[in-house]
């Protein structure tokens, strides 16, 4: 399965009834952005500053598109390898990430 392809992104739970073809076809395009990225573009999570960057004051159903769609990615990950989605990481964590928390995070250590 393509992450960065508009058909397997279709094929995931919620994606079909939730998205127009317009966020599917920029979802699949900012994918593929992604994995296409070298590690050296990649953010550097050491670098993190908790006083410029403070752990998000977003309304909680802002935060529930954050972790979707991070959820997506883990699954699409996930199936590629193998394996089950939450060997990769957990809901909670992701839901961490997307509040903006960046220490003791079991997926950010690699």
Known sequence: MNADNIDSLLRLR??????N??????????????FEASKESWPNVKDYNAEKNPVCQCSESSLHAEVDLMKAIVDVRAEECG?????????????????????NIEVLQG
Do not use: W, Y
Not at 14 to 19: A, I, L
Not at 23 to 34: F, N
Not at 84 to 103: D, F, H, N, P, Y
């Open 14 to 19: 919620g994606v079909k009834g939730r998205m």
């Open 21 to 34: 073809m317009s966020d599917v076809r920029g979802a699949a395009e900012a994918l593929k952005t992604g």
């Open 83 to 103: 394996i089950a989605a939450q060997t990769l990481c957990q809901t909670k964590e992701l839901s961490l990430i997307a509040q903006g928390v960046r220490e």
